[in-house]
């Protein structure tokens, strides 16, 4: 969910024990603080703001041991444009906030989405009161492998979250109950999760290791296409670089980066 400060809107996924399938019990956090490696695409192009599919390859490879405490890589979209009420504060849930990637936590990996708008889940279990789905460990995720990702909706007002298995099959996982037709932000992320109150107020800054490789888009009857540059990095929550940081144009490639432990790039830019 989104956290607003009077500086800056900050996603805080506050989840909460979580029984997921095979009857394994993930403890989570049930307030979290969070530190980020982010990038923030531009929006500015109607062909890209109007596309209604998105895609993005993220891999995993190291697994957060914590079970207070999680890790994310993910992509996500505002659905909808931030409100503001009278006293200028922003409106919680108003920018539709939602996305998909992959969740680390007590040496396992899942698949989830969030969504602020709601959700049903087509795969998986139910989280987050109805705002999440979360997939069984390492159903549809393979460590260090990359897993594909996307949102896309098809004018029925609403969107689809789907994960792609390792041959490529596309899995939808999830409903979100959003008609919007257009993107108002987009922010692609390495993530930790931590709970203060498990931690001694202290930030246990556990293992996050995530490649990101690729964010697109894709038109009605076109191909994907790389999003238009440049992407905005930085990074928040954190004294960067003292654990986290991130890594770009891995291989030459200016939309290949990676986010997480043992990097010292914090602000920095995917052109």
Same mark, same amino acid.
């Given at each position: 969910?989104?956290?607003?400060?009077?500086?800056?809107?900050?996603?805080?996924?506050?989840? $909460?024990? $979580?029984?997921?399938? &095979?009857?394994?019990?993930?403890?989570?956090?049930?307030?979290?603080?969070?530190?980020?490696? &982010?990038? #923030?695409? +531009?929006?500015?192009?109607?062909?890209?703001?109007?596309? /209604? #599919?998105?895609?993005?390859?993220?891999?995993?490879? *190291? &697994?957060?041991?914590?079970?207070?405490?999680?890790? =994310?890589?993910?992509?996500?979209?505002?659905?909808?444009?931030?409100?503001?009420?009278?006293?200028?504060?922003?409106?919680?849930?108003?920018? !539709?906030?939602? %996305?998909?990637?992959?969740?680390?936590?007590?040496?396992?990996?899942?698949?989830?989405?969030?969504?602020?708008? /709601?959700? =049903?889940?087509?795969?998986?279990?139910?989280?987050?009161?109805?705002?999440?789905?979360?997939?069984?460990?390492?159903?549809?995720? =393979?460590? *260090?492998?990359?897993?594909?990702?996307?949102?896309?909706?098809?004018?029925?007002?609403?969107?689809?979250?789907? $994960?792609?298995? %390792?041959?490529?099959?596309?899995?939808?996982?999830?409903?979100?109950?959003?008609?919007?037709?257009?993107?108002?932000?987009?922010?692609?992320?390495?993530?930790?999760?931590? #709970?203060?109150?498990?931690? *001694?107020?202290?930030?246990?800054?556990?293992?996050? %290791?995530?490649? !990101?490789?690729?964010?697109?888009?894709?038109?009605?009857?076109? +191909?994907? !296409?790389?999003?238009?540059?440049?992407?905005?990095?930085?990074?928040?929550?954190?004294?960067? +670089?003292?654990?986290?940081?991130? #890594?770009?144009? &891995?291989?030459?490639?200016?939309?290949?980066?990676?986010?997480?432990? *043992?990097? =010292?790039?914090?602000?920095?830019?995917?052109?």
């Amino acid at each position: 969910m989104r956290v607003h400060t009077a500086q800056h809107v900050y996603h805080r996924l506050v989840l $909460v024990g $979580v029984a997921v399938l &095979l009857a394994v019990v993930v403890p989570m956090a049930v307030a979290a603080n969070n530190d980020f490696v &982010l990038v #923030d695409w +531009p929006v500015s192009n109607s062909n890209v703001a109007n596309a /209604g #599919d998105y895609d993005a390859l993220i891999a995993s490879a *190291g &697994l957060s041991t914590y079970g207070c405490c999680f890790t =994310t890589g993910w992509i996500g979209p505002n659905l909808h444009q931030l409100e503001h009420d009278s006293n200028g504060n922003p409106i919680i849930g108003s920018a !539709q906030f939602s %996305q998909v990637g992959t969740l680390t936590q007590s040496n396992q990996r899942f698949w989830f989405v969030y969504a602020e708008p /709601g959700v =049903t889940c087509l795969r998986g279990q139910s989280f987050m009161n109805g705002l999440g789905c979360m997939g069984s460990p390492d159903d549809l995720t =393979t460590n *260090g492998e990359w897993t594909r990702y996307e949102l896309v909706t098809y004018g029925q007002g609403f969107w689809i979250a789907r $994960v792609y298995d %390792q041959n490529s099959n596309g899995h939808d996982v999830a409903k979100i109950y959003s008609s919007s037709g257009t993107i108002y932000r987009m922010e692609n992320a390495g993530e930790e999760g931590w #709970d203060a109150s498990q931690t *001694g107020g202290i930030d246990p800054y556990i293992t996050m %290791q995530y490649s !990101q490789y690729h964010i697109e888009y894709k038109n009605p009857g076109q +191909p994907f !296409q790389l999003w238009p540059g440049p992407g905005a990095g930085t990074t928040q929550g954190y004294p960067c +670089p003292y654990k986290y940081g991130a #890594d770009i144009n &891995l291989a030459g490639d200016s939309r290949y980066w990676y986010s997480g432990d *043992g990097r =010292t790039q914090c602000q920095f830019s995917l052109s």
